[in-house]
């Protein structure tokens, strides 16, 4: 399976990183890491996560 990052999410996650970022650095490198490890366990488990609205749509929650 490939995960497929749409334009806007992934504008969405640099603009976030950015504004984590102004306080510290460190976190939104964490936070950025922590993302891509959710979403990078899709590959080997594709129905992990909670159903969204859709069903290729998951919830990771930490």
Do not use: C
């Not at 976030?16 to 590959?43: G, N």
Request: net charge positive.
């Amino acid at each position: 399976m490939a995960i497929e990052w749409s334009a806007r999410a992934r504008t969405d996650l640099r603009e976030l990183r950015t504004y984590i970022a102004q306080d510290s650095p460190h976190y939104a490198r964490r936070f950025v890491e922590k993302i891509f490890k959710a979403v990078e366990s899709l590959t080997n488990i594709p129905r992990s996560g909670a159903r969204f609205q859709k069903p290729t749509v998951r919830i990771f929650e930490s």
